[in-house]
């Protein structure tokens, strides 16, 4: 009984030792996210110069010495007359989006400091994987990408994966959209979903009340009872929201046949490519490869500054995240062994 005791006792400081411990962490990741400074670092990095090193590690593996070094003195002297001649730059800018375009925070930053530097004989190219979200974050990340159009500044998108609604409207802005074959565009519609938990509510005796000024302050809720009326309004919304993003494509893509495609479908690279939704077939890594033989390839990246409580959060996040893939991974290999 008494070693029982002792083992409790035991097990009972080294769990209060581990609260206490996660308990310190916390207050000081919160202590850092009060002194943390906004803001962030701006990063570049020359592509055209890392294409060029992993070229030369493979000449090296391949040619005998002699050859080698002979082929490095021309692949010199060749650079330098580029070099002399004052080539063209091309300024790569990643968009990975989410349902509110939280990216839109760094596209600011980078395409602020592109704007910089750039002219008209350069060119701007996004790389971008967006399946859209909210209206107007997307508009403003898609106001981003205008901002060199209207400085006469080149700007090329290229979708390797996904450009779908909101994602369709930044991308529709470039003068020139390349995708790879099956690549998803269009879905140039609206969608507003809502749950009603109105009959629930009333099932356990439990009454909602909502006090507008203004007949249209909110059309429908999530809690109350909606009318048809409410249900009206809405849908007058939505096909007023739905135009303007018609207006929107059809400005910037004047030989689209909007009426054809925005219907809300989306369609792969090859079917994008034949009904006007993009301009070439392709994939990024393609396309900046023959880039970097015409110019200097610089790609920029704004890394926000996140303080360490953030950092810690998402970090736990991840970890959960992998977990559950690894668990649904482990179930779906049962499975298959059990077919």
Not at 53 to 59: D, I
Not at 183 to 201: D, E, K, T
Request: with cysteine; net charge positive; proline share 2%.
């Amino acid at each position: 009984m008494t070693d029982m005791l002792m083992q409790y006792g035991l097990f009972l400081a080294k769990a209060l030792t581990v609260v206490l411990a996660i308990g310190a962490v916390l207050a000081m990741a919160g202590a850092a996210t009060r002194r943390a400074a906004p803001g962030g670092t701006l990063q570049t990095r020359r592509l055209d110069d890392r294409v060029g090193a992993t070229r030369r590690a493979l000449r090296h593996a391949m040619l005998p010495g002699r050859a080698f070094r002979r082929d490095e003195r021309v692949r010199r002297r060749a650079r330098k007359a580029r070099e002399a001649e004052g080539r063209a730059r091309v300024y790569v800018i990643d968009f990975h989006g989410d349902l509110r375009a939280r990216a839109v925070s760094a596209l600011r930053e980078e395409v602020s400091a592109v704007l910089g530097v750039a002219t008209a004989d350069d060119e701007v190219v996004v790389r971008l994987h967006n399946a859209g979200g909210m209206v107007h974050e997307h508009g403003l990340a898609a106001s981003q990408l205008l901002r060199i159009r209207s400085r006469g500044i080149p700007l090329t998108v290229v979708v390797d994966k996904v450009a779908a609604s909101g994602g369709y409207m930044m991308a529709c802005t470039a003068n020139r959209i390349v995708a790879a074959p099956f690549a998803v565009l269009g879905s140039i519609g609206v969608l507003l979903q809502l749950p009603n938990f109105n009959r629930l509510l009333q099932s356990h005796g439990i009454d909602f009340e909502q006090i507008k000024g203004g007949d249209h302050k909110r059309s429908l809720t999530v809690f109350g009872k909606n009318t048809d009326a409410d249900r009206a309004r809405m849908r007058e919304e939505i096909e007023h929201v739905h135009d303007l993003f018609k207006r929107f494509v059809a400005e910037h893509r004047p030989g689209l046949d909007v009426a054809t495609v925005a219907t809300g479908e989306h369609w792969f690279g090859t079917r994008a490519l034949e009904l006007g939704l993009c301009d070439a077939i392709g994939t990024s890594d393609d396309y900046l490869l023959e880039a970097a033989e015409r110019a200097d390839v610089h790609e920029i990246r704004y890394r926000i500054r996140r303080p360490l409580g953030k950092r810690i959060t998402e970090a736990g996040a991840a970890i959960v995240a992998r977990l559950g893939e690894r668990i649904v991974q482990a179930e779906h290999e049962r499975r298959v062994a059990g077919m």
